[in-house]
């Protein structure tokens, strides 16, 4: 595959200067990190028509556009099951280049991050890549963490946290959430053939964070914590400022780090979460 390509070479570039950009802080280039990842992503599926003897040419002067790459890889029988956030990616890259905007950094994270997972498989299933491996040259350790492209490791949280605490408590709140499903799915009464989305209405998780308290992984009153974490999270993720106003942001994402710290500690020592009712049925 031609991953020594000027296109994928390009893309790779693009990708990274859009992180750079994003961890600067400067919330007017946000527009610029939603420019390149847009066409981080053309660029790729440009070179994936390439490896495949594909002209990416409309005509002498003009290439195709990204929905001519989706037509014609699609022929090709290329999978691309992240298209519908590419779509509203380029969708908002369209918006900025002819009406102008200003994008907020939680927006402008939500895309970093699914961009990023889109390289991350198409390298790995049609490059035979690692992203975290392709990407070194061009970024340091702490932007790769950022990404979360290293494993088992959160301190790009922190970072995250200097450049935008909204994105920062929504992506720990993600962690958390995955984690403690992780425990109490198979325990969870299902809707519409998947676990209750209130989970934390439910006895099993309540029983879960007691028993984590009791072990020493979580520090008391964690389901409160819990709480104000999962309502900050919700302001975060729905732009509700008005309501987030009181909202003190470094507190929440302190009671995060703490349920990370904790909850990995339990994975660590191997914890095995069994609901009550069935602790006490014989065996």
Sequence with gaps: MSDKSPLFVSALELLAHATELYAAGHPRRYKF?????????????????????????????????????????????????????????????????????????????????????????????????????????????????????????????????????????????????????????????????????TYWRQLSFYQLMQELEDKGYLPKNSRPNYEQLRRARNYAAHADTENANGVDWKAVFQIAEGMIKGLQNAEQNNYQFVPLDEKDMPG
């Design 33 to 197: 990190v939603i420019l390149h990842l847009a066409n981080s992503i053309e660029l790729v599926l440009k070179d994936c028509m390439l490896d495949h003897g594909v002209s990416i040419y409309k005509n002498p002067k003009e290439t195709v556009t990204i929905w001519g790459c989706f037509d014609e890889l699609e022929k090709l029988n290329v999978k691309i099951p992240e298209r519908p956030v590419i779509e509203l990616l380029i969708d908002d890259r369209n918006t900025i280049q002819h009406r102008f905007g200003f994008p907020d950094a939680e927006s402008v994270y939500y895309y970093l991050e699914q961009v990023v997972a889109f390289f991350k498989r198409l390298l790995d299933s049609h490059y035979k890549l690692d992203l975290t491996e392709t990407l070194q040259p061009h970024l340091s350790k702490s932007h790769l963490e950022m990404l979360g492209l290293i494993e088992n490791e959160y301190s790009y949280l922190s970072k995250l946290m200097k450049i935008s605490p909204q994105a920062a408590i929504v992506q720990a709140f993600k962690i958390i959430d995955e984690k403690i499903l992780g425990h109490i799915s198979p325990y969870l009464p299902e809707m519409n053939g998947r676990p209750n989305p």
